[in-house]
């Protein structure tokens, strides 16, 4: 069997067991972009693995991602990199993530072959791992300063995903493509939607690990404290802030159903790649306003049968945009909404911050060789 192949089957079997929704969604996909997101996931689900390492120091954690980006690149071998991260990995990171991190060398095998969709994957890491890691160092119990902080969080982890996906999808289909620029419109606020919603589901988890991604100006507006919380003292001032949240995430997932509308209806396995995530996400906020005691992400997580359901809904109605609509207003109905037009600007304000430190997202190809020119000049 090619040796690509069997890179390929490699990344097949551990998605699985290191994303639940992604195994679902990926699938979807027609074969020639199920690869490459799949690997973009994977690719990414490394990145975050060594950031959330705690036996690494922060000097440590930038040094590890700024040569794993350097992997992603083709500018550094992985065997390496995977052999001396495989030994640093502590208890705290899941056996699945330490295979994971452990036959990197595989997964990026994979990349080196995509060909013209390997410059998408690039830049994505690339500015993932540099405002990731930002972020990780000041990390703290007292939440993000700012709501404005919250939404470039957002897009370094989940916006630039948005970006790169778009940018496969249009490289993959002359139709979508010609979607192109009213989907860049809203593909950082699609992935925003599903971010924000993991932020409000995992609160209580990230908070165990000494880290809140609350913005501490929009709870100070309800009188609350975030440093202060614990699982058993929250009260209505700190339920109202997080319903503002979740209004946040819906204004988000309307624009990101607006996203998946634009996909030609005959690109099915796109359109149920989209809609299925978009569909979770909602449901999970509705567990989240139904239930805002909760004290784990697990309280508020959907059910294997409302799983089902979204599925079959979404897969019978992937073709009609009127139906979708309905399924989505029918999921929606009674969750609070920030406009979907200000949580789009919100998310393009983000993105237009980090384009501001565009010479991190320069290609490192780039970069190398100019540094590699410039050590020959010296050197004559």
């Given at each position: 069997m090619d040796p690509g192949n069997l890179d390929v089957s490699y990344q097949e079997q551990i998605l699985p067991h290191v994303s639940r929704t992604f195994a679902l969604t990926i699938p979807q996909l027609p074969p020639r972009l199920r690869v490459a997101v799949c690997n973009a996931y994977l690719v990414c689900r490394i990145a975050d693995t060594i950031e959330d390492?705690?036996?690494?120091?922060?000097?440590?954690?930038?040094?590890?991602l700024e040569r794993f980006t350097a992997v992603v690149s083709g500018m550094e071998p992985a065997l390496p990199l995977a052999h001396e991260l495989g030994r640093r990995l502590s208890d705290?990171?899941?056996?699945?993530?330490r295979e994971l991190v452990c036959n990197m060398e595989r997964v990026t095998r994979v990349t080196a072959a995509l060909g013209e969709q390997r410059a998408a994957l690039e830049r994505c890491i690339a500015l993932m791992c540099h405002g990731m890691h930002h972020f990780q160092q000041t990390a703290s119990l007292r939440g993000l300063a700012r709501t404005s902080d919250l939404d470039s969080y957002c897009y370094y982890v989940a916006g630039v995903v948005g970006e790169m996906l778009t940018e496969l999808f249009c490289g993959y289909s002359p139709a979508v493509a010609s979607q192109r620029a009213a989907l860049s419109e809203l593909s950082v606020?699609?992935?925003?939607?599903?971010?924000?919603?993991?932020?409000?589901?995992?609160?209580?988890?990230?908070?165990?690990?000494g880290a809140c991604w609350f913005p501490r100006d929009l709870f100070a507006r309800e009188?609350?404290?975030?440093?202060?919380?614990?699982?058993?003292?929250?009260?209505?001032?700190?339920h109202?802030?997080?319903?503002?949240?979740?209004?946040?995430?819906?204004?988000?997932?309307?624009?990101?159903?607006?996203y998946a509308l634009l996909i030609p209806a005959s690109e099915t396995g796109i359109r149920r790649f989209c809609l299925w995530a978009i569909g979770l996400?909602?449901?999970t906020l509705r567990n989240i306003a139904a239930n805002p005691q909760y004290t784990n992400g697990a309280q508020v997580?959907?059910?294997?049968?409302?799983?089902?359901?979204?599925q079959l809904c979404t897969s019978a109605a992937v073709r009609s945009d009127r139906i979708l609509r309905f399924l989505f207003e029918r999921a929606a109905r009674g969750l609070p909404l920030t406009a979907p037009l200000a949580a789009r600007r919100a998310a393009s304000r983000a993105a237009a911050l980090a384009a501001a430190g565009r010479d991190f997202a320069e290609p490192l190809r780039a970069r190398h060789e100019r540094a590699a020119r410039s050590d020959g000049s010296r050197a004559s």
């Open positions: 390492e705690p036996a690494l120091s922060a000097a440590e954690t930038r040094e590890y705290r990171t899941l056996p699945a993530e606020s699609f992935a925003q939607g599903l971010q924000l919603t993991n932020i409000i589901k995992d609160f209580w988890e990230d908070r165990s690990r009188g609350v404290e975030l440093a202060q919380l614990s699982p058993q003292g929250t009260d209505a001032r700190f109202g802030g997080v319903r503002e949240l979740v209004a946040v995430a819906h204004g988000h997932l309307r624009n990101a159903l607006s996400a909602v449901l997580k959907v059910s294997h049968a409302a799983v089902l359901t979204t």
